[in-house]
């Protein structure tokens, strides 16, 4: 049994739309570039070997949320990735970071994941509690607690400087 794959024009179309999505949540996660192309790659190569229909846009857009997250996180777990120095650093970014975002994004980037992962949806890609939820899996409640609590420890953190609601 052979697996069907999009056309190009499909995987075209995707590409266009959420390249820079993917590579900003990849680099979120990965802080180097050479890791960022490996992972871009493979979420379009998973979205050309996806069968289902995406029943709206938004459908679309959270499955390749949902997507390159989990393949981010399968990436920093290989035994390659930990057993490896990776010859670039974040370092590389600080000229595209203007300078009064960078102590920001780098104490959003140190909170534990279960804060991280809803502060960066919400306050970078601009979703919603409802909508991280979905993304995540969690109960709007228990993002808008999430929330909360990273942005408490963003402000101990940033000395009264964190982020606002």
């Known amino acids: 049994m052979t697996q069907q794959v999009r056309s190009e024009g499909e995987v075209n179309r995707a590409v266009e739309v959420y390249a820079d999505l993917v590579k900003r949540i990849c680099f979120y996660y990965l802080k180097n570039r050479a ?3 490996d992972v871009f790659q493979k979420v379009f190569l998973k979205y050309m070997l996806h069968e289902e229909v995406f029943q709206s846009g938004d459908h679309e857009k959270a499955w390749m949320l949902r997507v390159t997250i989990n393949a981010c996180k399968d990436h920093l777990k290989s035994f390659f990735r930990h057993n490896t120095v990776p010859l670039e650093t974040i370092t590389e970014l600080e000229a595209e970071i203007p300078e009064d975002h960078r102590e920001v994004l780098e ?12 502060i960066y949806l919400h306050y970078y890609e601009g979703y919603t509690a409802a909508e991280i939820g979905k993304i ?18 963003l402000k101990e953190k940033l000395g009264g400087e964190g982020l606002g609601k």
């Not at 969690?138 to 408490?152: A, D, H, I, M, P």
């Open 35 to 37: 890791d960022t192309e």
């Open 107 to 118: 104490a959003v980037l140190a909170l534990p994941v279960k804060y991280k992962d809803p």
């Open 136 to 153: 995540l899996g969690k109960k709007e409640n228990t993002v808008y607690s999430l929330l909360s609590r990273g942005r408490g420890i």
